[in-house]
């Protein structure tokens, strides 16, 4: 039978309509979006969402027996769009008259390219496994295969889910387009697939084949923390083992692990404001990289996967199903072997000060790049597509002299890293810029959530070290826009310190980063009360503000806080012009 096309589909539609699933007729569509012409998702074009397999017509079903009494072992059968498809039962309790295999203990195999082969080039595998026994799995493993003459990577997924939190919820799969749709979501951020609670995934983008020890893997792990056991994720770790290409590689096993974990990523919601319709709301990231740590000894031991027997006939590479153990450091060891094993050369903090990502990964990262240079892919600070155009706060310690410890600097009051050289907050005060939760910008094949609108025009600010202490010492502001800096305020030459109390984030926990930032955010407002005091001596009404002057959260307190004393203190120093000793005395008074 030939490949699959967007005509068979369109003849197909009709068994569709019989499972809800009217709105895709092919695995993507081209869509003029403002002035781009972009590749969108497939979600986009939905109707309804495809949560299931689409249930088989009963005639078009083949029951695997072993012997010829008894239940059997597998079936295969066709779905309503043609594709073939063989469930495993890998725990004897599939019966005569079933449509399909459990969720619990069964396997999957589709043959999406129609070879007759389900488990080989370019077919799709999800696998289940109930190590407890309590009728929900515990892992779910996807693999999507690509052809076997591609032995490079992005062109297939070997993933594992761990269900930690035991809510029944996995990996997502799109039954319109038989894809991993890990980005699929509804409204803001919430998202189907596990990114929700305590969970874990484990992802590389290599068919399995090509890879020499299956219990390792790329993003080793993805970790998502829920400490308050509301449901929703606090805070996630990114632990990442680069593969490398196995010199002189014969067959099909090109690519091995190190198994040195060579890139840390974690991320906070600070003041845990999340949830419904507002599921994910990272404020601060951590990076580190560098040689890193070894976590070859973090055993996580698969207690029992039960396999069908002589089923190892039907996959290209069963090696997976084998397995007895993954490797990758776990919630309680993560965080901590970050700090007492890495070996680390940079850290890099990213704020989002405009509260504006829905990401499920972490606030992304600001580059230290060009300031002023705006644009995916264009050398600025976003240069990363990932990353908002305007609104977050960079900085970066490029010499690991900080440890990737933090400080709240008397500059501004605000939370910052220890050690880093420089920095630049990209103000997007109201939010106009966007970052939905895939932060992607340009051709995609993600959904966006609204127009991206990337600003040609943004105020910035500039922190540095210029003594080398690690701490920030000097601020300039560019607050029109012409990338030029109007005003600077410099601690040293106000005869100010520029040291504060070191937080060392090795003996942190998630805890003492939601207090930390409590604490910052009501300083915002202290601070903003003391200013409102002085602009009231001088005869200067801060009413225009009061929109300011009533935070309803922590987050406002923190926002409103820092805005409400800028504009009072820009008033006064309007006020003061012509007077520098008095504009002397309104900066230290400015300072935190």
């Not at 005639?59 to 010829?68: A, P, T, V």
């Not at 009728?135 to 930690?164: C, P, R």
């Not at 890139?263 to 999340?274: A, R």
């Not at 003594?467 to 600077?488: A, K, L, P, V």
Request: charged share 25%; net charge negative.
């Amino acid at each position: 039978m030939a490949r699959i096309n967007r005509s068979t589909i369109t003849k197909t539609l009709s068994s569709w309509k019989v499972y809800g699933l009217v709105g895709l007729v092919q695995c993507m569509a081209v869509t003029t979006h403002g002035q781009h012409t972009t590749e969108r998702n497939p979600q986009l074009e939905e109707t309804l969402t495809p949560f299931r397999l689409p249930l088989p017509d009963p005639e078009h079903i083949e029951y695997l027996y072993r012997k010829k009494e008894g239940n059997p072992v597998g079936m295969k059968v066709v779905l309503p769009n043609g594709l073939h498809a063989l469930w495993l039962d890998d725990d004897g309790d599939m019966r005569t008259g079933d449509l399909e295999g459990d969720l619990d203990n069964d396997c999957l195999l589709i043959d999406l390219n129609h070879d007759g082969k389900y488990g080989d080039s370019g077919d799709l595998i999800v696998d289940y496994i109930d190590e407890d026994h309590d009728g929900l799995a515990d892992y779910q493993v996807i693999i999507e295969n690509a052809e076997k003459d591609y032995t490079g990577k992005w062109k297939s997924h070997y993933m594992w889910f761990v269900d930690n939190d035991k809510d029944g919820v996995l990996g997502y799969m799109n039954w319109d387009t038989f894809r991993y749709e890990g980005w699929d979501h509804s409204g803001k951020a919430n998202f189907f697939a596990d990114y929700h609670g305590q969970s874990t995934m484990l992802k590389v983008h290599i068919s399995s084949w090509n890879i020499d020890d299956l219990s390792f893997n790329w993003e080793n792990p993805f970790l998502f923390y829920d400490l308050d056991n509301d449901g929703l994720t606090e805070m996630a770790i990114r632990i990442v083992d680069e593969p490398m290409a196995i010199e002189g590689a014969k067959d099909l096993v090109t690519w091995a692990f190190s198994q040195q974990a060579s890139l840390v990523q974690m991320t906070f919601d600070l003041d845990n404001d999340n949830g419904a319709g507002n599921e994910l709301d990272f404020d601060m990231s951590l990076k580190f990289s560098g040689k890193g740590f070894d976590y070859s000894d973090q055993i996580q031991p698969i207690k029992e996967h039960p396999i069908a027997k002589k089923s190892d006939a039907y996959f290209a590479d069963p090696r997976w199903r084998h397995l007895d153990q993954l490797v990758y450091a776990g919630h309680e060891e993560a965080y901590d072997l970050t700090f007492s094993r890495g070996e680390w050369s940079a850290c890099w903090l990213v704020f989002d000060e405009d509260d504006d990502c829905h990401r499920w990964e972490r606030v992304e990262f600001y580059e230290p790049k060009d300031p002023f240079v705006i644009g995916s892919g264009n050398g600025g600070l976003d240069h990363n597509p990932q990353a908002d155009p305007a609104g977050d706060r960079g900085e970066w310690d490029l010499d690991f002299s900080g440890k990737g410890n933090l400080y709240v600097s008397p500059l501004d009051g605000k939370i910052h890293l220890l050690g880093a050289e420089t920095g630049y907050w990209r103000i997007d005060q109201n939010t106009l810029s966007y970052q939905g939760w895939q932060g992607w910008r340009g051709p995609n094949i993600q959904p966006e959530d609204t127009d991206n609108f990337e600003p040609t025009r943004f105020a910035t600010v500039r922190y540095q070290d210029t003594d080398g202490n690690g701490f920030f010492d000097e601020m300039s502001f560019d607050m029109d826009g012409d990338q030029q800096y109007e005003e600077n305020i410099s601690l040293l030459a106000l005869g100010q310190s520029d040291e504060s109390e070191i937080l060392e984030t090795a003996q942190m926990k998630y805890e003492d980063y939601s207090a930390l930032f409590e604490k910052v955010a009501a300083a915002q407002m202290s601070h903003a009360s003391d200013m409102i005091a002085r602009a009231a001596k001088e005869h200067l009404s801060t009413q225009w503000y009061n929109h300011y002057k009533n935070p309803k959260s922590v987050r406002e307190q923190y926002h409103n806080g820092y805005w409400l004393s800028y504009y009072i203190y820009q008033d006064l120093i309007r006020k003061n012009i012509k007077n520098e000793e008095n504009q002397a005395l309104i900066k230290k008074a400015y300072l935190y």
